[in-house]
C-alpha cells in the first residue's frame, strides 16, 4: 500500500477508512434486503403454479414486471433524493417495499400478483441509483469501484444467504393457516421495514452531517470527491441530453443485455434446480446458493484486476462477457446437474462480477445532479433487461418444458453486449479526448479496508 504523503492525504485516507466502516455496511443492508425482497418469489414459482393458478409465462411476466415500474420511477426518485436528501428518501424507499413484500401473501391470481409486482417495484424505485449517487458524494473517484463492488456483494451475499433462509420458511406450510410462501412474503418484509427506519435514524446526508466525522475529515472527503468534478460535464438534465452522450447510451445498451442474463438466471435457478429431481424445498434453495458464489467470487476478484490494471474497464468488460458466453454454452452441452450447476456458478462470476466496471467507467465522467440523474437513467435502461430477462426465460420455458432453455436467451443477450464493447471502446475514446478524466491514482493514496 502506497503511505500518504501528505497532511491531507492522511486525514483524507482516515475518513474514508471510517466511511467504508460506518456508512458502507448500512448501504449493503439496504441493498441486501432490496435483492431478498424482489427475488424470493422465485422460490415461491411452483406453489404459486399450484394455490394461485401462475403458469411459468404468467410468472416469468410478473417477475419481470417489477423492473417496469422500477424503470419508470428511477429518475424522478433519485432527483428527488438529491433534493431532500439520502436519510429521508431511502428510508422511505425501504419502508413502502416492505410492506408491499409482506403485502405478497395476499396473491391468489395472476392479476393480483401483476399488481403487486408493479407496486413493488415503484417502492424500491431509486434505491440502486440512489445508492450509487450516494457514493460519488462521499468517495473520489479511485475508491469507488471498491464500494461499488461492496454494494453488489451484499446482493450475491443476499443470493446465498436467501435461497436457503426461505427454503426453510417455505416448510411452515400450515402454520396458522397459511402457506409456505405466504411465511415466505411476511417474514422476509418485516426487516426491510425496521430497517427502513433505522436507516431514517443513523444515515448522514453528506460527510458534513456525519457526527462520526472530524470537521478536517468531513471537508476532505467532499473536496476529493466533489473537486473531481471540475472535469466533468455539468449538464442541467442529462436525460433530455443524453442522446448527446453516446458513450452513455452504449453502457445502458450493454449493461441491458447484462441485466436480461443476470435476472433471467436469478428468477430461474430454482426451477431448473428443480429439473434434477430435486423435490425437497431447503435442498432446493442451498443448491440454488451455489449461484451466487460464483457472483460473489466475481465481485472479489474483478475489482482487484482493476486496481492492478488502471484504466482496463472496457477490455475487461469484454474479456468478462465473452467469459459468460462460453460458460452458457458449456452449460447447454453438458447433461450431469452437479457440472451443470458449477459452470452456471462460473457463468455469473463473469456477469456479475462485471458490473462494477460499469459504474466506475460512468462515475469517472458524472458528477452533481448529472451523477445523480445519468446513473438512474443508465440504471433505468439496464433493468428494463430485468424484465425481459425473466419474461423471455419463462416463455422458454413454456415452449420446450425446460427452465434451462433459457440459456439460450442469455448466450444471445450477452453476445449482443459483446459486439457493443468495441463501439463503447471508441465512444469513451472520442469523450476523453475532449474531457480529460481525472487519474485515479495522483490526488490520494489508495484506502485499504
Known amino acids: 500500500m502506497t503511505s500518504p504523503t501528505t497532511a491531507s492525504d492522511a486525514v483524507h485516507a482516515r475518513a474514508t477508512r471510517k466511511a467504508f466502516v460506518r456508512l458502507v455496511p448500512l448501504l449493503m443492508a439496504a441493498y441486501f434486503m432490496a435483492f431478498v425482497d424482489r427475488t424470493n418469489v422465485g422460490l415461491a414459482k411452483s406453489s404459486l403454479e399450484v394455490d394461485a393458478g401462475i403458469d411459468a409465462a404468467a410468472y416469468g411476466l410478473g417477475a419481470g414486471l417489477f423492473f417496469l415500474t422500477y424503470a419508470a420511477f428511477e429518475v424522478p426518485s433519485n432527483l428527488i433524493l438529491h433534493r431532500i436528501g439520502a436519510k429521508v428518501w431511502i428510508g422511505r424507499i425501504a419502508v413502502t417495499w416492505g410492506l408491499i413484500t409482506m403485502a405478497m401473501m395476499f396473491i391468489s391470481s395472476p392479476a393480483i400478483f401483476y399488481v403487486l409486482r408493479l407496486l413493488l417495484g415503484a417502492a424500491e424505485a431509486g434505491l440502486y441509483p440512489g445508492i450509487m449517487y450516494l457514493i460519488t458524494t462521499w468517495f473520489a473517484q479511485k475508491d469507488r469501484a471498491k464500494a461499488v463492488s461492496f454494494i453488489l456483494l451484499a446482493g450475491s451475499i443476499a443470493f446465498i444467504v436467501a435461497n436457503p433462509i426461505g427454503g426453510a420458511l417455505m416448510k411452515m406450510d400450515g402454520v396458522g393457516g397459511l402457506h409456505g410462501w405466504q411465511w415466505l412474503f411476511v417474514l422476509e418484509g418485516i426487516p426491510t421495514v425496521l430497517l427502513g427506519i433505522l436507516i431514517f435514524l443513523v444515515l448522514p446526508n453528506s460527510p458534513s452531517r456525519a457526527r462520526w466525522l472530524s470537521d478536517d475529515e468531513a471537508s476532505e472527503l467532499t473536496r476529493r470527491?466533489?473537486?473531481?468534478?471540475?472535469?466533468?460535464e455539468r449538464p442541467g438534465a442529462i436525460v433530455r441530453s443524453a442522446m448527446s452522450k453516446p458513450f452513455l447510451l452504449t453502457i445502458a445498451a450493454i449493461y441491458f443485455m447484462n441485466q436480461i442474463a443476470t435476472y433471467g438466471v436469478i428468477f430461474f435457478v430454482p426451477s431448473i434446480v428443480e429439473a434434477m429431481d430435486?423435490?425437497?424445498?431447503?435442498?432446493?434453495?442451498l443448491i440454488s446458493a451455489v449461484v451466487g458464489i460464483g457472483a460473489v467470487i466475481g465481485l472479489l476478484v474483478?475489482?482487484?484486476?482493476?486496481?492492478?490494471?488502471?484504466?482496463t474497464e472496457v477490455r475487461l468488460i469484454g474479456y468478462a462477457t465473452a467469459g459468460a458466453i462460453v460458460m452458457a454454452l458449456a452449460f447447454v452441452v453438458v447433461d450431469n446437474?452437479?457440472?451443470?450447476?458449477?459452470?452456471?456458478?462460473?457463468?455469473?462470476l463473469f456477469i456479475v462480477g462485471v458490473q462494477p466496471l460499469y459504474w466506475s467507467t460512468l462515475m469517472a465522467r458524472l458528477g452533481g445532479v448529472a451523477a445523480a440523474a445519468g446513473l438512474a437513467f443508465v440504471n433505468t435502461i439496464g433493468l428494463t433487461g430485468g424484465f425481459v430477462g425473466p419474461y423471455a426465460f419463462g416463455l422458454a420455458e413454456n415452449a420446450t418444458g425446460s427452465p434451462s432453455a433459457g440459456l439460450w436467451v442469455l448466450i444471445a443477450a450477452t453476445t449482443l453486449g459483446l459486439l457493443c464493447v468495441p463501439l463503447l471502446k471508441v465512444l469513451l475514446a472520442t469523450h476523453d479526448a475532449k474531457h480529460p478524466v481525472v487519474d485515479p491514482d495522483e490526488d490520494v493514496a489508495p484506502v485499504t479496508v
Not at 302 to 311: D, E, I, K, M, Y
Not at 337 to 348: E, K, N, W
Open 278 to 285: 430435486v423435490t425437497d424445498s431447503v435442498m432446493i434453495g
Open 337 to 348: 446437474g452437479v457440472a451443470q450447476m458449477i459452470i452456471l456458478s462460473a457463468t455469473m
Open 302 to 311: 474483478v475489482p482487484r484486476v482493476l486496481a492492478r490494471n488502471p484504466g
Open 225 to 232: 470527491a466533489v473537486g473531481e468534478e471540475a472535469h466533468v
